[in-house]
């Protein structure tokens, strides 16, 4: 009983941070995101250890709770209707950011003699965004501009292209490794991308057309979560990618469910909870001394995904024709990387152990210095974005 009360003040404090830094974010420039994950850094076992490893093993659970949430919401972003008005902008932006990031990234690690299937790894890993940052930064500032639409339209689709560029990454760094034959290889990584989004459609048909015929309300509420609290569990299950499962769910739903939208509304509501757990104890998960085993070919990651992205956006947006602004501030708002590339590092340790201890350190690394400026640098620009907007032709700010 003791333990069980300990890890109810434990729930209840950390929620009731959610307040307080509702609070510092109004009165401060730094984004919610940033200032849980530091708080999250002070109680945890690095500083004031009131958080404690053994607390720390509800992370995966937390997360992929709150990951599944996030994927839903972000599939809603996708309908027919918005990518009509967006959707070539973000089509072309997310393709040309993810593989000029995946480019940038593999080529300055072979210009500094890393080995051709750790830079391999690395950039498919440096694809990989933060779905919950960016979209909790959003929910913050309650933005809704083009700039923002397009923006976490580009960002519910990016993860499944760099998905996609991890597999082919992984397939070519263990054909060069001589680990395996190739087309077992390939075939494993269509049925992780393909499988995922078969869990959702299959599972997405049906719930578009049975939920939200009850009155709103908690019936609601309840079958939305168990909609995708299922989708993610049978994602597992199955191997492939929850987060690309999830995603797909809430498109079929946005698309197919003409009778309501109440299911999203459901999840908005109950969503920042998990949100803040999630967000403070992957804070209190983050050791500094990751940080002193970065070293140079972590740096070289760090600055060339960094280059990528901000060449990637500024060429998709040539090609789309996209508004001097977004090429401008797009792909300063997609510096933020989380969970997912934390996750296609974990794959890389599962399968391959003995690069394991190379990758994992610096994207561990990585991952602390993106999620802790990544959002403060989306807020930045999605401010400047928007409030120079009024100097653009109204053709652009349809």
């Not at 694809?127 to 580009?154: D, K, S």
């Not at 599972?203 to 309300?217: D, E, H, N, S």
Request: aromatic residues 8%.
């Amino acid at each position: 009983m003791e333990e069980t009360g300990r890890t109810l003040v434990i729930l209840g404090s950390l929620l009731l941070l959610g307040l307080a830094t509702d609070a510092i974010g109004h009165r401060s420039r730094l984004p919610r995101v940033t200032l849980l994950l530091i708080f999250g850094f002070i109680v945890g076992p690095g500083v004031l250890d009131f958080i404690s490893p053994t607390d720390s093993q509800w992370f995966s659970v937390v997360g992929d709770m709150a990951l599944v949430m996030i994927g839903f919401l972000l599939g809603e972003k996708l309908t027919v209707s918005s990518l009509r008005k967006i959707g070539k902008f973000v089509i072309w932006i997310s393709i040309a950011e993810v593989i000029i990031t995946a480019i940038a990234v593999m080529a300055g690690l072979l210009l500094i003699g890393v080995r051709i299937d750790i830079a391999f790894l690395l950039a498919g890993i440096a694809t990989a965004t933060a779905p919950a940052a960016t979209a909790a930064v959003v929910h913050e500032m309650r933005a809704n501009g083009r700039f923002t639409r397009t923006l976490l339209g580009i960002v519910a689709v990016d993860d499944a292209w760099g998905l996609i560029v991890f597999s082919i990454m992984f397939t070519a760094s263990e054909i060069v490794g001589g680990q395996g034959n190739a087309i077992a290889l390939l075939l494993t990584s269509t049925w992780e991308i393909g499988g995922a989004l078969s869990v959702g459609l299959f599972l997405g048909i049906p719930m578009a057309y049975l939920t939200g015929r009850l009155k709103p309300g908690e019936p609601t509420l309840v079958e939305a979560l168990g909609g995708v609290f299922l989708c993610g569990g049978i994602a597992i299950w199955l191997k492939v990618s929850y987060l690309l499962a999830s995603m797909a769910l809430g498109c079929v739903v946005a698309n197919m469910a003409r009778h309501h939208t109440r299911p999203f509304h459901a999840i908005e509501n109950i969503e920042w909870p998990f949100m803040i757990l999630f967000f403070v104890l992957a804070g209190a998960s983050f050791h500094l001394q990751a940080l002193y085993h970065i070293g140079l070919v972590g740096t070289v990651y760090i600055i060339c995904r960094t280059i990528g992205r901000f060449l990637g956006a500024w060429a998709g947006g040539v090609i789309s024709h996209s508004d001097p602004l977004m090429r401008r501030w797009m792909g300063m708002a997609l510096i933020p990387q989380a969970g997912v590339a934390l996750g296609m590092a974990l794959v890389v340790t599962h399968r391959r152990p003995d690069l394991g201890e190379t990758i994992l350190p610096i994207v561990i690394a990585a991952t602390v210095i993106f999620e802790l400026i990544g959002p403060v640098l989306t807020r930045w620009a999605i401010v400047r974005a928007e409030e120079d907007r009024s100097g653009l032709s109204d053709e652009y700010n349809k």
